[in-house]
Nanobody, 122 residues
Framework: VQLVESGGGSAQAGGSLRLSCTAS????????MGWFRQAPGKEREGVVG????????YYADSVKGRFTISQDKAQNTVYLQMNSLKPEDTATYYC?????????????????WGQGTQVTVS
């Protein structure tokens, strides 16, 4: 599975950004797709996951109500719409995929990674 991200960049606090991730290779809609982030000096953390087959979504508490994951199954693409951005959202964001271990909200389900894209909120 190959994952290619786009989007990201810089935004003011309260602003919005949108990330995209297109999957190729041995992809199936029974794979989890999701987004993780890693801030400097911190561990990588799960942000949001989706089970494409059912459209079931899972959000970290820190982003609930502000971030939204969506998908275009025909294009094997997931999107992360980030609204009401905060400086603490600053991180490198990684698209991820993997077989669900229980659910796509179980972050250890993910073992394929994109290259990462920087999001900076000031």
């Amino acid at each position: 599975v190959q994952l290619v991200e786009s989007g990201g960049g810089s935004a003011q606090a309260g602003g919005s950004l949108r990330l995209s991730c297109t999957a190729s290779g041995s992809t199936q809609d029974t794979y989890c797709m999701g987004w993780f982030r890693q801030a400097p000096g911190k561990e990588r953390e799960g942000v949001v996951g989706i089970y494409p087959s059912a459209g079931t979504t899972y959000y970290a508490d820190s982003v609930k109500g502000r971030f939204t994951i969506s998908q275009d199954k025909a294009q094997n693409t997931v999107y992360l719409q980030m609204n009401s951005l905060k400086p603490e959202d600053t991180a490198t964001y990684y698209c991820a995929a993997g077989w669900p271990e229980g659910s796509c909200g179980v972050w250890r389900s993910y073992n394929y990674w994109g290259q990462g894209t920087q999001v900076t909120v000031s």
